[in-house]
């Protein structure tokens, strides 16, 4: 068990420009979370997959975003026409199914993203 | 909507000194709670939960948690802290066990010497 990982690390792009995230839960979690962590603010949730199915989207996820999980391992989120109140930290989490065994999320380290 | 406030944006505290960070809960239903640590340009560290049971929860690094219902409360706690504990502390709610945290604004913990 390596943990989450997620790539890449740090990202820089020009605003209009599309960016795409990637994150590798643990594999025997069949739950994966995204969530946006702005400066100063806690994180704030985005979306969630069960295994492939994705099945809430959070308000804060205009069109120009779109997350993906194909085969319920790893998992996608990208931007598109990127704008500069998108910079912020994309962390990703995965965890068993809550109410089943000893639930957690476990975080990856992120991925801080810059519009310039 | 579920809501998590954490009542204090900062905590100076000097070393060895006991610490308590405040959080505070919006909820009509069952609910896990955790608690987060976040060093510098770090993702985030699970502390302590809650899940049920026991309403006093021990975590790592000497961090305890204790869960009041009745004044939909969460803070944690530790007898003497270290250099080493200066961060960002997260508390965050799951309501409904639905897996979607709902995470306050974070408590920087200063230790100072």
């Known amino acids: 068990d390596t943990g989450v990982s997620q790539d890449p690390r740090h990202k820089i792009t020009k605003r ?3 960016v795409t995230f990637r994150c590798d839960p643990i594999s ?3 739950r994966l979370y995204w969530y946006r962590q702005t400066l100063g603010q806690g994180p704030e949730f985005l979306t969630y997959f069960q295994n492939e199915a994705q099945l809430e ?3 804060l996820l205009s069109d120009r ?3 993906e999980r194909p085969k319920g391992s790893f998992s996608t989120l990208e931007i598109q026409r990127t704008e500069q109140g998108d910079s912020a930290m994309y962390l990703c989490a995965s965890s068993s199914t809550p109410g089943q065994g000893n639930y957690e999320q476990y975080f990856g380290p992120g991925t801080r993203l810059t519009v310039t | 909507a579920q809501s998590v406030t954490q009542l204090d944006s900062q905590v100076p505290v000097f070393e060895e000194a006991p610490v308590e960070l405040r959080c505070n809960y919006s909820s009509s239903v069952s609910v896990y709670l955790f608690w ?3 060093y510098p340009n770090q993702g985030l560290q699970l502390l302590l939960k809650y899940l049920s049971g026991s309403t006093l929860v021990k975590g790592i690094n000497g961090f305890e948690a204790e869960f009041n219902k009745s004044q939909t409360s969460f803070h944690l706690r530790k007898p003497s802290v270290h250099i080493s504990d200066t961060a960002e502390y997260f ?4 309501s409904g066990n639905t897996g979607k945290l709902i995470f306050g604004q974070g408590t920087t913990l200063q230790v100072k010497p």
């Open chain 1, 28 to 30: 025997e979690h069949n």
């Open chain 1, 57 to 59: 989207k959070s308000r």
């Open chain 1, 16 to 18: 209009g420009q599309n």
């Open chain 2, 36 to 38: 987060y640590v976040q």
């Open chain 2, 91 to 94: 508390c965050a709610a799951d």
């Open chain 1, 65 to 67: 975003f779109s997350a």
